[in-house]
């Protein structure tokens, strides 16, 4: 994974888990999306998440759309 404060550019599945987003990367591993607002027309499907990460694991979601 990446160190804080990276920005990142990914693409996968995003699922919901456990009351979380989380995106499932098309390159492995995985990150817990923190979202400003809830992308549910998106859920269980592939996008394009863009942002910064802020915990190990963990990114801080500038947007999330369709792949």
Known sequence: MSSIGTPIDETGLLVREHGAFVLQCDRG????????????????????????????????AEGVSAA
């Open 29 to 60: 591993g995985r990150y817990v999306l923190e979202l400003p607002r809830v992308p549910v027309d998106h859920v269980q499907k592939r996008v394009r998440v863009q942002g910064v990460v802020c915990a190990e694991g963990r990114v801080e």
